[in-house]
């Protein structure tokens, strides 16, 4: 498949401004340089600033298409050959020169400028590294300063990216060769050529930093800025102060806004998704206090936690799963950049919340794929396909790039499990195109099958993939990177499926690199709070093209790009929306009616009725009442019967003025999001359980006995324990290569050992103190008393024995001596009151109608049986674990199971000992031989449970054998056959 360009109107708008802005050759010049062959002509105005131009253009809308063809259109009309092209980064150049050289932009711009050529010349830093003793000037470099306009066809364009301009070897004058027979700076050589520089993405250079003034270095007869946002600039002090837009002649030479992008259908409509948390999830939350270069305050209440350098955050709260340490430098290690005031939620940490959304974006992507593969529901075969891709922004590149590394395997699994699905449904299906579709999801089943040397489904690039010297990573690169077609194409040129259609990076991919088919994007981790949100969309939001290369506009084929985000940027709709607002030519006062409203409205009137003036218009609004006499709008003016705030009715009467805001569903968040996912309950199998509900309604309270052991007898014996201290000694990883039997391949043996009489160095005394204090709860002083004799009687003072181990140790100590001494000395005593659950109210005798969809559990799962003895109404049913749980949705069980269901979290509210509540998983009726009922509460745990659980299971067999009187029964299960074995042992009693 080839790309198809086509110059789209609004790009034809912006050359024609572009041209129409510059000030022409100095035919009339004296300088005695002024013909040199090495240099471009002299332009008027050169030098000045108000010969510069800007041009405004949203991303996705083509920025690189306009400026490549007007270095072909200066080259034909004014014989201008000398472009600098600058870049605020290497993977925006990178994108840059894929263009320029792409075979479908040569195709295109050749019939139009006959004979010419782009003869692009990059530097990078490798370049100038001393060969063979001798300190050269780079080959690119050297082509650029030394090529001569008497190669008329010839437009030589230099890329190179600011870090690059501004380095010294750009500075240097040591070199062993000379430029044009004796220049010996790069930076004098490249002035010498009199260039046009263009500078893309120019909020990335601020006139006042030193990016910008390594440009001004080099002497731009002008300079050309394409950007969709441009910095700011600051005029004026205190009250005085106005920050606006630094644009060169006070505003765009061409502007094409954000608004007026997505308004005319010129880039994709968003769709925004993220899951909800929990109630109890979303409230446990924490926020940066101070944050500097060595450390990282965080405050929740009252409380706060104070994090240096290499600090876990788990240190503060289990919930930041994934080893999260503060990095430095205003970053966590996931490269989260932070700020005072940043929210951060646990529960968007965990690996469960992270695989939700990673199964959301997978099934997002093929429902998006179908539309795209079918086209009008598959009965036009004629109708040519459209390549579906999706793009996962990730943080930690070990989960993916390993071979057993969690995401990839959470990626993998949750996507076999997809496309066997949609397998077994498109089997059943006779259409041709149907039938084409059902090849493509076989062949990516198998694809995904052969395992990571051939496989071709998913991929990925990071920064720390170049040079790695990976074939098949490097690969891979270079068809992100540069083979754009081969993502675009269906088939290769053999006729085999092109599966490739998941992407994975970092933000390495936010900037620079374009795929018209990326649909969905996904982000498993916040970016940061200051970080624009057109930016972040951007890499989606170019529209399409389809099989043929042809690029499909909105109105042929409605494209929407879905967005799926965490709970911790809920906000991002609405953010986004606002910035897009903010680009608008003209922000509408909502509380007066501004001249600039007024010639807005007016202008468009005139279009079709001269008349109309300014005085017309304020005449109606006076005679309607929307205005005073000060053009300031009434709150609450009533027209034909109905009050609307003046503002209001200002829009709604003069419509022209919602040009200059974003029209509506054009970012949305979809109501079928799973943030408003209800599931409804079975009355009917409710109220036979209701009776049950009746006595969980009752409250109550822990009562404990004497307790024989005291904290500081704890204390004294575990943290006074010298046993329990140890240094902690590195491992080392031993990899040595290997080959098969057969000899035809290699692998690597890996297996870890300890560094001898090396040990790791401790933490200091406050840290550990602390640490034990916050991981137990013993009190400070307690853990000193102890501490500062262990190490001076039986440590020697050796600080190394202050080790993660040793913590670990003394934690898991605590924790089992608590239980020891705390599980068996408390009962549960009945209260004379009852209290709501999340299920029913006592007060009405009556269950709720629904409830959220994630207080039930996280997954789904559509292959569940449906059954009327469920609890809720039909499938997808919702389950948190795999094992058992998923298992035990699925079973079709005995006809004396009456009623059986997942129980939603505080649907029942058994008191812990430690604070808090549980509530078991599942619960069955069951009717037994003689026609009595019994019920069955089953908690399911994994095998290997962690001492937090069995505390769970221990607590909740406590609390109902005080129910065995109402026929309740417990069971602890960690596979669904014990949940079988026990149901049948009580039908049968």
């Known amino acids: 498949m080839k790309i198809l360009l086509e110059e789209l109107p609004h790009q034809e708008e912006a050359l024609r401004a572009i041209m129409d802005s510059f000030t022409g050759i100095d035919h009339a010049s004296t300088d005695p340089n002024a013909g040199d062959v090495y240099a471009n002509p002299l332009i ?30 200066m080259h034909q009309q004014y014989g201008i050959f000398k472009f600098v092209i600058v870049v605020p980064s290497p993977a925006i150049k990178e994108g840059t020169k894929n263009f320029i050289q792409s075979d479908y932009a040569k195709q295109y711009f050749a019939p139009i400028y006959e004979n010419a050529r782009i003869e692009l010349n990059v530097i990078n830093a490798g370049d100038f590294r001393a060969r063979s003793g001798r300190k050269n000037f780079p080959a690119h470099l050297l082509n650029f300063v030394e090529g001569s306009r008497q190669n008329s066809n010839t437009i030589q364009v230099l890329l190179i990216n600011a870090g690059m301009l501004n380095s010294s070897n750009m500075k240097k004058n040591d070199y062993d060769q000379t430029l044009m027979g004796g220049i010996t700076s790069p930076i004098q050589g490249i002035q010498n050529t009199r260039p046009i520089v263009i500078i893309d993405e120019p909020h990335r250079f601020h006139r006042d930093k030193a990016n910008y003034r390594a440009i001004e270095t080099i002497n731009p007869q002008i300079i050309v800025r394409f950007g969709a946002t441009f910095p700011d600039t600051t005029i004026g002090r205190g009250k005085n102060k106005v920050i606006k837009k630094d644009y060169y002649r006070g505003n765009p030479q061409f502007e094409l806004n954000a ?74 290690s996931n490269e989260l950049e932070l700020a005072k005031g940043m929210i951060l939620i646990p529960g968007t940490y965990r690996s469960s919340y992270q695989e939700l959304i990673i199964r959301d974006a997978i099934d997002k992507h093929f429902e998006i794929e179908q539309k795209n593969f079918l086209r009008n529901g598959a009965r036009d075969n004629n109708e040519p396909k459209i390549k579906t891709l999706s793009l996962f922004f990730i943080d930690n590149i070990n989960s993916y790039r390993k071979e057993d590394g969690w995401l990839k395997e959470t990626f993998e699994r949750l996507l076999k499990e997809k496309l066997s699905r949609l397998v077994s449904e498109y089997e059943f299906k006779r259409l041709p195109r149907e039938q084409e579709y059902l090849e493509f999801l076989r062949a990516t089943q198998i694809s995904l099958a052969l395992g990571d040397d051939k496989q071709n489904v998913h991929a990925g690039y990071f920064g720390e993939d170049r040079g790695s010297g990976e074939e098949a990573i490097q690969a891979q690169v270079d068809d992100i990177l540069k083979n754009k077609e081969k993502l675009l ?44 949100k057109i930016q972040e969309v951007g890499r989606g939001l170019r529209l399409p093209v389809d099989e043929t290369g042809k690029r499909v506009q909105q109105d042929e084929w409605p494209s ?46 005139q279009k079709t009725d001269s008349a109309f003036t300014d005085e017309i218009l304020l005449g109606n609004l006076d005679e309607l009442g929307i205005i005073n006499r000060k053009n300031e709008f009434k709150k609450a003016v009533e027209i034909d019967g109905v009050q609307k705030d003046g503002f209001v009715w200002l829009v709604e009467l003069y419509p022209e003025l919602n ?22 309950l079975r009355k009917e199998n409710w109220e036979k359980v209701k009776e049950l509900w009746r006595q969980f309604s009752n409250r109550y309270m822990l009562k404990f006995e004497r307790i024989p052991q005291t904290i500081q007898q704890m204390a004294d014996d575990i943290v006074g324990n010298a046993e329990l201290y140890e240094r902690q000694v590195p491992i080392q990883i031993h990899e040595s290569v290997y080959a098969s039997e057969d000899k035809k391949s290699v692998g690597l043996k890996e297996r870890d050992g300890e560094y001898e009489l090396i040990y790791l160095p401790g933490m200091s005394y406050g840290k550990f103190v602390k640490a034990i204090h916050t991981a137990t709860g013993i009190p400070v002083k307690a853990i000193h008393t102890n501490l500062f004799r262990v190490m001076k009687s039986d440590l020697r003072g050796d600080s190394r024995y202050l080790s993660e181990v040793s913590l670990q140790n ?4 605590f924790k089992k001596r608590f239980d020891e001494v705390f599980a068996q000395t408390y009962e549960y005593k009945k209260l004379a009151f009852q209290a709501h659950t999340s299920l029913y109210n006592p007060d009405t005798d009556s ?20 059954d009327g003895r469920y609890l809720y109404e039909v499938p997808p049913m919702r389950y948190d674990s795999v094992t058992p749980e998923r298992e035990l949705l699925r079973h079709d069980y005995h006809k004396r199971v009456t009623v059986f269901g997942k129980l939603p979290r505080r649907a029942i509210q058994v008191p812990k000992y430690t604070g808090g509540s ?6 069955y009726m069951i009717e037994k031989e003689d026609d009595t009922n019994v019920y069955l509460l089953v908690e399911t745990k994994a095998e290997n449970m962690r001492i937090g659980d069995q505390r769970i299971v221990e607590v909740q067999k406590k609390f109902f054998e005080n129910l065995k009187e109402n026929a309740v029964e417990f069971e602890e299960a960690t596979s669904a056959q014990q949940v079988y074995s026990a149901i049948r042992k009580l039908a049968e009693e």
Request: charged residues 30%; glycine residues 6%; aromatic residues 10%.
């Open 44 to 73: 008027l105005g050169r030098y000045h600033e108000s010969s510069n131009i800007d041009v405004k253009m949203e991303t996705g809308t083509g920025k690189t298409f306009v400026y490549t063809r007007l270095m072909y259109e």
């Open 259 to 332: 608004i007026d992008s997505f308004n005319n259908g010129l880039v994709k409509g968003i769709d925004i998704y993220y899951p909800n948390l929990t109630e109890e999830q979303a409230k446990n939350r924490y926020i940066i206090d101070r944050v500097t270069a060595r450390e990282l305050v965080l405050k929740q209440g009252s409380n706060n936690w104070e994090l240096r350098v290499g600090d876990n955050l788990a240190e503060v709260d289990s919930g930041f799963e994934g080893n999260i340490e503060y990095a430095g430098s205003r970053l966590l």
């Open 489 to 532: 194409s269906f088939k290769n040129d053999k006729g085999d499926w092109e599966t490739r259609r998941f992407l994975f990076s970092k933000w390495t991919l936010r900037e620079g690199w374009d795929n018209p088919n990326v649909f969905v994007i996904a982000k498993l981790r916040t970016s940061g709070s200051e970080n624009s």
């Open 560 to 605: 929407r790009l879905a967005f799926l985000i965490g709970y911790d940027e809920k906000d991002f709709a609405k953010n986004l929306v606002g910035e897009i607002n903010s680009d608008a030519k003209l922000q509408l006062n909502e509380e007066k009616l501004t001249d600039e409203m007024i010639t807005l409205i007016v202008t468009e009137r």
């Open 659 to 680: 040009t200059t805001r974003l029209r509506e569903g054009r970012v949305d968040e979809p109501q079928n999001s799973q943030t408003k996912t209800r599931v409804k």
């Open 810 to 813: 003394i934690t898991r100590e």
């Open 847 to 866: 269950f709720v109608d629904d409830l959220n969809a994630e207080i039930l559990g996280v997954n789904i799962d559509h292959q569940a049986i449906e």
């Open 918 to 923: 549980t509530t078991p998983d599942f619960i």
